[in-house]
C-alpha cells in the first residue's frame, strides 16, 4: 500500500515531464573577431500544466552581463569582486533581440524590470493545457570576457559558453524564472536540440552533443549538434583544443581536467574506474557523452587540494585527478538527469554529490589523511590534525560555520546563501547528512534507494518531496527527523551522558538533548577501545533515562564514530571506571591544532613582534586554547620581551561568547583583556578593560552586509608619569566608562557606517557622532564623505593639557584602540601615520586639538584609477576662544583603500604646503601590518 501511494506521489512529480515535447532549433553565425553570435532560433514548449497562458517567460542570461546593474553584477559587488564594475564596456556582454514572432507574427515582448536577463512575451492566443507554442526568436549575442565567471571569451579569442542562447523557463503551476548571479543554476525543461553551428576555421568545437554534417567553405566551417531529451548546452570552441575522449562501457568520456602529468595508461584507467563506479552506483547515462571541464572544477573544486601551490604535492598525483575526475562526474551526471529545480532544492543534488565522493574514499583509499603525506612528517604527526582521515573534512567545514552562527537551512535557495554556505559548508552538510541518514537507516538502503530513485526519476521533473515519500518506502525506521530538523533548519545537535549508575549487569544512565530538536544519537558500550554494541536513542525531547546490559563495557560514548555532525563532542562519554576517571587530562600542543575532544587543550605558539618603536622587537609566547573550530570560551596569555625597553610586557583576555539563533540579535560576548607595554620612552601602560558586546544582523538575510553593534566597556587605565612627556597629563590614571553603538553597511559600491560614542570619566564627560559614506560610481569614480563632530558635557581637566581633548589630525588615543607604533612621537616619521579618526584631516595645523567641541567634514574623490583628491573643513572650539575655522587639501593615494594609502598635503590654513620646508614631513601614511585586520579582505567575500 505504502509502494503505491508513493508511485502516485511519484506520478503528480513527473507525469508532464513524460509527455512534454520540446524542441529548440538554432541557427548561430560565430563572428569571433568581433566577439558577436547572430542567432536565428526557433522554440517549441508544450504547456504540462493545468493552467491556460497568457504569456510565457524565456531566459536570456548573456544579457546578465550587460550593464553594473544587474543582478549578476550586484551578486560580484556583494562579494567584493571589483573585476565586473571596473571592466571596459567592450568586454560586457549584452544580447540585442530584433524580433520575436510566432506564425509570422510579431509578439510583444519586454524585459522584467530588475531582471533584464529574463523576457516576458505575450502570446497572440493563449495557450492551452497540452498545447504548445512555437516563436521564431532573431537576435544577436555580445559574448563577454570569461574572467567574470570563466564563461566567455579569452584574451587569445577561445570560447567557453554556457547559457549563451535563449531558452524558455519552466512552468509547473507557477513561473520558475530568475536572473543569472554566477551559480550555474538555470532551470529549463529538456528539449531536443539541434543546433547549426557556423564558426571561424582554425577552430575545434567540442560539446556533449553529437555532431554530424560538417561543412567546410573558405573561411567557414559548419556543424550540427543534435541531442533528445538535453538540458546541457555548453559549447567550446578552441584554436589548440585540450580535450581528450576516453570511451568506456558505451560511454564517451570528454575531458580537459588537468590530470597532474599522468602517463595516458594511468589516466585510461582511472577514467573507466570513475565510470565504472558511476553507472553502478547511478545507473546507465541517458546520453552517448559525458563532458567535464576543468571550468567545472575550478567553480567548484575539492576544498584541501586547491589551497596549496601546485609544486607541493600532499597527496599522489593519480589520487588527486581521480576525485578531480570523479567530483566533476558526478556532478554533471546529476546535473543532466536529476531535473530538479537548482536554485530552490539543490540541497539533494549537493548531498548526493558529497554522500558518493565519501564513500568512494571509503572503499579505494580508506587510510588517506586529511593532510595527506604531511601527516607522517616528524612534528607534524603529534598533532590532532594528522589522525583527520580525508573525509573528515566535511564535517569539519561545516562546523566552521555551525560554530560561529552562521549556518544556514539546506532548503533555502541558493542565491540566498553566504557564498562560504553556497560554496562548502551547505554541500558538505548536505552529505555529511545522508552519511548519517545512512548510519541511521543501516543495511545499505539509503544507497539502493538513491539508485533506484534516479533510474526511475531519470530525465523527469521531480523534487526532494518525491525523494521523501519514496525513501520512507523503503525503510521501516522514522526518518522525519532528517528532512524536518536536519534539512529545514539549522536546528544544532549536542548531546551529553549524564547521572550514571551502574550494577554488575546493568548500566542505567540519561542522555541529555542540549538543543530543541528530534534527531537521534547513537549510544556505544565500549570495553577500553573494543566495541561491545550499539544501539540508537530516538525522540529525546530533553532527556531520556533507560537501562541497558553492562557487558563488560567500562565506557560509554555518543557518537563513537563521529558521522553525526554534533556540535560538541566534548562531554559525549563516560567512564565506568572510577569517580574522577572523567576529568579530561591537559594536552600540551606546540601551535593551533584540531579539536580533540578527550583533553583538554593548551596550544603554544612562539611570538615575534613589532608593536611600537618605545619595545622595539618583542619576543615571547602565546598559550591559548583556541582550536581551528570556534570554542565558546577562549583565553589567551601572551607573555613578551621587549628588546628596546629591556622589560617584560604582554597581555591576557579571556572572553564568553553566547550565539542565539533566529533572532537579530546573534552573538553577546563577555570578555575581559589586560595589558602591559610601553606608550613613549622608558613609560609603561597597564591596561584592565571589562567588556560586553552585542552583535545584531538581518537574521532573514544574511547576506546583508548590515550590522550594528552595541559595546559596553569600562577601561581602568594605569600609566607611569613622566612631566617630561608632552602628552602626559596631571592625573595618569584614570577610569573610563565607554558605551559604542556602531550601524554598517559594509559593501562594494555602495558604503555606510555611523557610531555615536559616550564617554564618562570623573573629569570629563563627552559625546561624539561618526558617519562615512562611500559611493563607487558607474564611470569607476570613487567618492568618499566622512562628517564628525563631538562635544564635552563637561570637562574639568586641565586647561594646559590636551590628552583627552578632540583631535584634528592624530587623536592621543587615551582609549588605546588605534594601532599606533609611536603614539607619543611629536616629530618623525612614526608621528606621520595617519588613522582615520576624530577630525580626519591630514595637515598639522596650528589648532590640533578641541576641548569644548568639534565638527568637520572630510572628502574625497577619484582624479585616475587610485589616485584622488581630498579636502577637510570644519570647526574647532577651545575654551576662552572663539571657533576656528580649519581646512586642509591635497592628494590621497589608494594602494587598497582602510588598508594602505599615502597622502599628500597641498593646500590649507598653512596656506600651500607643497612648497614650504621640510614637505617631507608633512606627508602622513596609512597602513596596517596586523594579520587578522588583512585576513578580513578574504573573510568579507566568503562570509
Known amino acids: 500500500m505504502k509502494l503505491r501511494l508513493f508511485f502516485c506521489f ?54 546578465s552581463y550587460s550593464t553594473k546593474k544587474t543582478p549578476l553584477a550586484i551578486r560580484f559587488a556583494e562579494e567584493y569582486n571589483n573585476q565586473f564594475h571596473l571592466a571596459k564596456n567592450e568586454d560586457r556582454g549584452y544580447s540585442v533581440i530584433t524580433s520575436i514572432k510566432q506564425n509570422g507574427e510579431p509578439l510583444v515582448f519586454n524585459q522584467l524590470k530588475n531582471q533584464i536577463d529574463v523576457i516576458k512575451v505575450d502570446l497572440k492566443t493563449p495557450l492551452k493545457p497540452n498545447k504548445s507554442y512555437t516563436i521564431h526568436l532573431e537576435y544577436i549575442v555580445k559574448i563577454p570576457n570569461d574572467k567574470f565567471t570563466n564563461y566567455g571569451i579569452s584574451e587569445s579569442g577561445d570560447l567557453s559558453l554556457r547559457y549563451w542562447y ?9 513561473w520558475q524564472y530568475f536572473s543569472n548571479k554566477n551559480l550555474d543554476d538555470l532551470f529549463i525543461p529538456k528539449a531536443d536540440l539541434n543546433l547549426e553551428i557556423s564558426y571561424p576555421k582554425g577552430y575545434t568545437i567540442t560539446s556533449e552533443l553529437n555532431s554530424n554534417n560538417i561543412i567546410q567553405n573558405t573561411k567557414k566551417q559548419i556543424v550540427t549538434l543534435q541531442g533528445e531529451n538535453r538540458i546541457d548546452n555548453r559549447l567550446f570552441l578552441n584554436k589548440v583544443s585540450n580535450f581528450e575522449t576516453v570511451q568506456t562501457q558505451g560511454l564517451s568520456l570528454i575531458s580537459n581536467i588537468k590530470d597532474g602529468e599522468l602517463e595516458v595508461l594511468d589516466k585510461v584507467l582511472i577514467t573507466e574506474k570513475v565510470i565504472k563506479f558511476l553507472l553502478n552506483n547511478f545507473g546507465d547515462y541517458p546520453h552517448e557523452k559525458l563532458l567535464l571541464t576543468e571550468i567545472d572544477y575550478n567553480k567548484d573544486p575539492i576544498y584541501g587540494l586547491n589551497f596549496l601551490p601546485s609544486f607541493i604535492k600532499l597527496y599522489p598525483n593519480h589520487f588527486q585527478y581521480e576525485l578531480k575526475l570523479l567530483k566533476v562526474a558526478i556532478h554533471n551526471y546529476l546535473e543532466n538527469t536529476l531535473l530538479i529545480n537548482p536554485r530552490k532544492d539543490q540541497w539533494l543534488f549537493d548531498g548526493i554529490q ?102 526511475q526519476t531519470k530525465l523527469k521533473q521531480t523534487s526532494p518531496k518525491a525523494f521523501e515519500a519514496y525513501l520512507k518506502t523503503q525503510t521501516s525506521k522514522n526518518v522525519d527527523w532528517f528532512f524536518s530538523d536536519y534539512i529545514n533548519t539549522r536546528a544544532k545537535i549536542d548531546f551529553k551522558i549524564k547521572n550514571v549508575s551502574r550494577t554488575e549487569d546493568s548500566i542505567t544512565l540519561t542522555v541529555k538533548n542540549k538543543r530543541n530538536n528530534s534527531m537521534p544519537i547513537s549510544l556505544y558500550t565500549l570495553n577500553n577501545d573494543s566495541i561491545i554494541s550499539k544501539s540508537w536513542i530516538e525522540n529525546v525531547i530533553k532527556s531520556k533515562t533507560f537501562t541497558i546490559p553492562r557487558n563488560d563495557a567500562n565506557k560509554l560514548v555518543l557518537n563513537y564514530n563521529q558521522v553525526i555532525p554534533e556540535h560538541n563532542l566534548r562531554d559525549n562519554w563516560k567512564s565506568l571506571k572510577g569517580f574522577f576517571f572523567n576529568n579530561k ?103 584592565i578593560i571589562p567588556s560586553v558586546t552585542f552583535l545584531f544582523r538581518n537574521d532573514n538575510d544574511f547576506r546583508s552586509n548590515k550590522r550594528q553593534r552595541l559595546k559596553f566597556r569600562y577601561l581602568a587605565i594605569n600609566r607611569d608619569e613622566d612631566v617630561n612627556n608632552i602628552l602626559n597629563t596631571t592625573e595618569p590614571n584614570y577610569n573610563i ?30 559625546v561624539s557622532f561618526n558617519y562615512e559614506y562611500r559611493k563607487l560610481f558607474e564611470s569607476n569614480r570613487q567618492l568618499n564623505l566622512r562628517f564628525f563632530t563631538g562635544a564635552f558635557l563637561s570637562n574639568k581637566t586641565d586647561i594646559t593639557s590636551d590628552y583627552f581633548s578632540f583631535a584634528l589630525d592624530r587623536p592621543t588615543d587615551y582609549l588605546f584602540d588605534y594601532n599606533y607604533l ?16 576624530e577630525g580626519g584631516f591630514k595637515s598639522k595645523l596650528e589648532t590640533p586639538f578641541a576641548n569644548q567641541w568639534i565638527s568637520t567634514a572630510n572628502v574625497s ?57 621640510h614637505y617631507d614631513q608633512k606627508i602622513r601614511f596609512k597602513f596596517t601590518v596586523d594579520p587578522q585586520s588583512l585576513l578580513g579582505l578574504f573573510r568579507r567575500r566568503w562570509y
Do not use: C
Not at 560565430?30 to 497568457?54: A, G, H, M, P, W
Not at 535563449?166 to 507557477?174: F, K, L, Q, R
Not at 609611536?822 to 579618526?837: K, L, P, V
Open 585 to 687: 587530562p591537559f594536552q600540551f600542543r606546540l601551535f593551533k591544532d584540531i579539536e580533540d575532544p578527550n583533553y583538554n587543550q593548551v596550544f603554544f605558539m612562539p611570538l615575534a613582534e613589532f608593536n611600537n618603536i618605545y619595545d622595539g622587537f618583542t619576543f615571547g609566547v602565546k598559550a591559548y586554547n583556541t582550536t581551528l573550530l570556534r570554542k565558546n570560551f577562549n583565553y589567551r596569555i601572551q607573555p613578551r620581551y621587549a628588546l628596546k625597553s629591556k622589560s617584560l610586557t604582554g597581555s591576557a583576555s579571556a572572553s564568553v561568547t553566547h550565539y542565539l539563533q533566529n533572532s537579530n540579535l546573534y552573538s553577546i560576548n563577555y570578555g575581559v583583556r589586560g595589558g602591559y607595554s610601553s606608550y613613549a620612552n622608558d613609560l609603561f601602560v597597564r591596561k
Open 737 to 766: 566608562f565607554n558605551v559604542n553603538y556602531l550601524n554598517s553597511n559594509d559593501n562594494l559600491i555602495n558604503f555606510s557606517k555611523w557610531s555615536t560614542d559616550l564617554q564618562i570619566a570623573k573629569t570629563f564627560s563627552k
Open 354 to 455: 558529497i554522500y558518493y565522493l565519501m564513500n568512494y574514499v571509503e572503499a579505494h583509499y580508506p587510510y588517506m589523511k586529511f593532510l595527506g603525506s604531511l601527516a607522517d612528517f616528524w612534528g607534524v604527526r603529534s598533532f590532532h590534525a594528522a589522525n583527520m582521515s580525508f573525509n573528515d573534512k566535511y564535517i569539519f567545514a561545516f562546523m566552521t560555520m555551525a560554530r560561529t552562527n552562521r549556518d544556514q537551512p539546506l532548503t533555502m535557495a541558493k542565491d540566498s546563501l553566504l557564498k562560504f554556505n553556497s560554496s562548502i559548508a551547505n554541500k558538505y552538510k548536505a552529505g555529511v547528512g545522508l552519511k548519517y541518514l545512512d548510519d541511521f537507516i543501516n543495511a545499505n538502503v539509503l544507497e539502493s534507494t538513491i539508485k533506484s530513485f534516479l533510474e
Open 166 to 174: 535563449i531558452t524558455p523557463a519552466v512552468y509547473n503551476g507557477a
Open 822 to 837: 609611536g603614539r607619543s612621537e611629536a616629530s618623525g616619521i612614526f608621528s606621520q601615520q595617519y588613522i582615520t579618526a
Open 861 to 917: 574623490t577619484t582624479l585616475w584609477k587610485y589616485v584622488l583628491v581630498y579636502g577637510d573643513v570644519g570647526f574647532v572650539k577651545n575654551k576662552f576662544n572663539h571657533a576656528k575655522f580649519v581646512y586642509d587639501s591635497g592628494i590621497r593615494i589608494n594602494l587598497v583603500t582602510d588598508y594602505f594609502e599615502i597622502y599628500f598635503p597641498i593646500y590649507s590654513n598653512l596656506g600651500w604646503e607643497i612648497g614650504q620646508p
Open 10 to 63: 511519484i506520478l503528480a512529480f513527473t507525469s508532464s515531464s513524460i509527455l512534454s515535447q520540446n524542441k529548440i532549433d538554432l541557427k548561430a553565425d560565430f563572428d569571433i573577431e568581433n566577439r558577436k553570435i547572430t542567432v536565428s532560433q526557433t522554440i517549441t514548449y508544450k504547456n504540462t500544466s493545468k493552467d491556460e497562458l497568457q504569456s510565457i517567460y524565456l531566459n536570456d542570461w548573456n544579457n
